[in-house]
């Protein structure tokens, strides 16, 4: 899993038409705006047009474009799901086609398992991020790994590799199970003051448990946010995950590393923002002055992940302050956002199946009075990773890569792509400057890799030998899914995501039922945050409440 990588896509992502829309509603800056506004976009329209002039890549069918303006963003953005409108597509057009964005841009995408594997072994080279995405990730977190392209990136990779390897993991395990226990202390006090029994919001619970967990586990840092303690990191999440934050306060946040200017208005994000970025620099101080001074002692901090990469950066890879801090960052965002939204997914799914997670309780129950190991975490519980992987195979935290070409490419297909022109090829020729995108969630979830049961939460198609799976043996990534995205850029943190779940889970499903007070035919609905989370509908603000019991 690369969750930090999501923040990219979602700037980058961004289309004209959110531009315009927004400008309308900064009424006191709303000439400003508008001509800023159209600057930019008549400059993006005549890059547009000098670059189709000399435009060589192969031309696809797609799509029509609804508009010059909007292309076809809004009707992506309406979608009650996206992921259907490219299998429609896909079905249609077939493993490549063409879609028109705003003011006659477009990008291509690829649902085809060698392409992508093409796509994704050519990362931070030939397939970067685009300019908007840059900006917005070095104003909004720095130069770390996530901004990082080429040999830059492959330094910054090799330098943290270490703080992840399965070894570090394997001792950062204990503070996964720490941060749990003091979750249930938490609930089981709850269900003795209500009958053994209690309505509670999961997903504001997962934030503070995972919050604490990264605090511990990547910077040997207590949040406390467990025991209900404010602080800025808590403040700036919490209020995107609330149901205040309108149009414009998003507009702010997506836009505002891009054109600075905007991060001046005193929007309540704005000033959290500020106050999470002064937080975050003196954690990173601290840390840099205990090493400086060789007085780095204690469990937790010897642990941690930063503090390994500290001591990491006094050998021949050695990272600058400035670097560390971002990669503090982007730890936070990838350590406490998309994990948590993961744990929420991962209960919705086991409310709407009690059967499957009772079948989890009995697996767990052999490990009566102790945890498992790091070890046994990872191949002695089939049913609990059968679990995870499904969870993470229908609800990946990015659900798309979008990259643009630096030079001229060749994409080999496994099946024919049929051109505008209706000839057939199995490989698709790049222009440099070409918008090339990858539909992770399409390709997790798509049928004509997985099956009937494609959009369904199966996890017994990872026990039955292969046999549910083998035509997605074709995609190249971990396990065949690209929820962890796949070459150069893939997840540092895999293993650190995974244990940290399957902790957690065991822990939860242990010691708790979990259903939904209207029964396991709730509705979830997505609720905009830093990333899309669920919540339950009509639930005001991405809150997903369930009843909890102790399990017999």
């Not at 104003?139 to 992840?164: C, D, I």
């Not at 990547?218 to 025991?227: I, P, Q, R, T």
């Not at 946040?253 to 891009?258: D, H, K, N, S, T």
Request: glycine share 6%; net charge negative; aromatic share 10%.
């Amino acid at each position: 899993m690369d969750p930090t990588a999501d923040a990219a896509n979602f700037a980058s992502s961004a289309s004209p038409w959110l531009w315009l829309r927004a400008s309308l509603y900064l009424r006191p800056y709303w000439t400003s705006s508008l001509l800023l506004a159209v600057s930019w976009l008549s400059y993006l329209s005549l890059g547009k047009i000098v670059a189709a002039i000399r435009d060589k890549t192969t031309a696809l069918n797609g799509p029509a474009s609804p508009s010059f303006l909007f292309g076809l963003h809004c009707h992506i953005n309406e979608a009650e799901d996206p992921d259907v409108l490219l299998e429609d597509w896909a079905s249609q057009y077939g493993p490549a086609f063409r879609i028109p964005g705003g003011f006659g841009s477009s990008q291509i995408v690829i649902c085809d398992p060698r392409a992508n594997a093409h796509f994704y072994s050519k990362e931070t080279f030939c397939y970067v991020q685009t300019k908007m995405s840059r900006i917005f990730i070095e104003n909004l977190f720095g130069r770390g790994l996530l901004w990082a392209e080429g040999e830059s990136h492959r330094r910054q990779r090799k330098a943290l590799s270490p703080a992840f390897s399965s070894a570090a993991v394997r001792e950062l395990t204990p503070v996964f199970y720490d941060a749990t226990y003091k979750l249930k202390g938490i609930w089981d006090l709850a269900l003795d003051a209500d009958s053994g029994e209690a309505i509670i919001d999961v997903q504001s619970w997962m934030n503070h448990v995972t919050l604490d967990a990264i605090g511990i586990a990547g910077f040997g840092h207590d949040f406390h946010a467990l025991d209900g303690k404010e602080n800025a990191v808590v403040d700036v999440f919490d209020s995107f995950a609330s149901g205040d934050t309108g149009l414009i306060s998003r507009f702010v946040f997506l836009m505002g590393p891009v054109f600075p200017i905007l991060q001046k208005l005193p929007t309540k994000e704005n000033l959290i923002f500020k106050r999470l970025k002064a937080t975050m620099k003196g954690i990173a101080e601290e840390l840099l002055a205990r090493n400086q001074e060789g007085n780095e002692k204690g469990i937790g901090e010897d642990r941690s992940i930063i503090g390994l990469l500290v001591k990491a950066s006094t050998t021949s890879l050695v990272m600058s302050p400035e670097e560390i801090l971002a990669q503090m960052n982007v730890l936070l965002l990838a350590g406490y956002e998309t994990p948590s939204i993961t744990f929420t997914w991962a209960l919705i799914e086991l409310c709407k199946k009690p059967e499957k997670q009772q079948r989890l309780r009995e697996e767990l129950s052999q490990f009566a009075g102790t945890d498992p190991t790091f070890d046994q975490l990872s191949s002695s519980l089939p049913y609990l990773d059968a679990v995870t992987q499904e969870v993470l195979r229908l609800h990946p935290p990015i659900h798309e890569t979008t990259r643009v070409a630096t030079e001229d490419d060749v994409i080999p297909f496994s099946a024919p792509i049929t051109t505008a022109s209706g000839a057939q090829t199995h490989s698709l020729v790049i222009n440099k400057g070409t918008v090339i995108s990858s539909p992770i969630r399409y390709m997790n979830c798509a049928e004509v890799f997985w099956g009937a049961t494609a959009k369904e939460f199966e996890p017994e198609r990872w026990l039955d030998g292969g046999a549910s799976i083998a035509k997605a043996r074709e995609i190249q990534g971990h396990r065949h899914i690209l929820s962890f995205s796949d070459g150069p850029r893939t997840c540092l943190g895999k293993t650190f995501a995974l244990t940290e779940l399957k902790a957690i889970l065991f822990v939860l499903i242990r010691n708790y039922s979990f259903e939904f007070p209207d029964g396991p035919d709730t509705k979830i609905e997505k609720h905009p945050s830093i990333l899309p989370r669920p919540k339950v509908a009509g639930e005001a603000g991405a809150k997903v409440p369930m009843i909890i019991r102790r399990s017999e």
